[in-house]
């Protein structure tokens, strides 16, 4: 969690937009979405049961839109689950769907063997969040990237991101995606802990990274504090120090935080980092695993805001 190194991208503009929804293999927990589960997510939830599938559905859509665009090139499930009136927060690409498929139609035949393997989808109300390795060929080290989709009325409507290169070595010699912390496991933690978490990340984000407290690390992280982050070393001693040679750096930094998302143990933070006034910054998507009571791991994945946009929707 730091905004210190330069993002760049895996490939030029296009590919890279094309990079972000590449086609994935769908994880255990977002199998393909059934008609009930549509039908559930146009409706408030009447039980714990049905806000359980309705989440479901929500994942399981996020990623069935990314493997029929992206590996078949099958537009229909465009049509079948994205709104007409989309809004698109990736700065290369338009509004609308048109735009949408047409992308996905073009980057399927120039790049038959890309992939995106999903490493973990969280959903709360509205939002789901994805997190994943995109590759564009099996030899390419690849982007770490998080797309952010809200539904409306069991569709998807809007859509955010951010992108970064993979690099070729790391401060703490994890990778950006494997989970480390223990049970090493692809099933999220209880989701009745979800606003207990939720609310304790967001009372660490604010305190670390809005208020540059760096005690708060001695506060709400474990000691075995696994970091993600490619120049950040491993503990809580390497999160003060990267964090705190930052602060020093750029005293007048800020960082606003624009949604939070929990499920379980799992929660992302999307925010935008300005180093100086007048800075576009980053954007930024922070994902914090919480084990009894504390952080246990971190992953992040930054962006550069540019200077124009295809849209006019910003980054957030």
């Not at 895996?10 to 937009?17: D, S, Y």
């Not at 959903?123 to 390419?140: K, N, R, Y």
């Not at 223990?182 to 990274?209: C, E, H, I």
């Amino acid at each position: 969690m730091t905004a210190t190194t330069p993002v760049r991208r895996t490939v030029a503009a296009t590919l890279a937009a094309a990079a972000l929804t590449a086609a994935v293999a769908i994880p255990s927990a977002a199998a393909t979405p059934s008609a009930d589960g549509g039908r559930q997510a146009g409706r408030p939830a009447a039980s714990s049961h049905d806000e359980s599938a309705r989440l479901a559905y929500q994942k399981s859509v996020a990623v069935a839109v990314l493997k029929g665009l992206f590996e078949r090139g099958d537009t229909e499930v465009v049509d079948r689950y994205v709104l007409p009136d989309y809004i698109q927060h990736n700065p290369t690409l338009p509004n609308g769907t048109e735009a949408f498929k047409n992308l996905g139609v073009a980057i399927h035949q120039q790049f038959p063997d890309a992939k995106v393997n999903v490493k973990r989808v969280i959903s709360e109300g509205d939002l789901v969040i994805v997190h994943s390795h995109v590759q564009v060929t099996p030899q390419d080290r690849g982007s770490a990237q998080f797309d952010i989709y809200r539904f409306r009325g069991g569709k998807i409507a809007e859509h955010w991101d951010t992108i970064q290169d993979v690099p070729a070595t790391t401060a703490n010699g994890n990778d950006m995606f494997s989970m480390i912390s223990r049970p090493s496991t692809q099933q999220l933690g209880p989701r009745w802990l979800t606003a207990y978490n939720k609310k304790l990340v967001t009372a660490f984000f604010d305190r670390l990274m809005v208020r540059k407290d760096l005690s708060a690390i001695d506060t709400y992280d474990s000691p075995d504090y696994i970091q993600h982050n490619p120049i950040t070393p491993d503990g809580p001693a390497g999160l003060k120090a990267t964090l705190g040679a930052y602060f020093e750096q750029f005293p007048q930094s800020t960082v606003v935080p624009k949604r939070i998302v929990a499920e379980g143990d799992l929660v992302a933070v999307h925010s935008n980092f300005i180093s100086a006034p007048g800075e576009r910054g980053q954007a930024v998507v922070d994902l914090f695993r919480v084990q009894n009571g504390k952080i246990v791991e971190h992953w992040d994945v930054m962006q550069d805001v540019p200077a124009t946009s295809a849209n006019d929707n910003t980054m957030f």
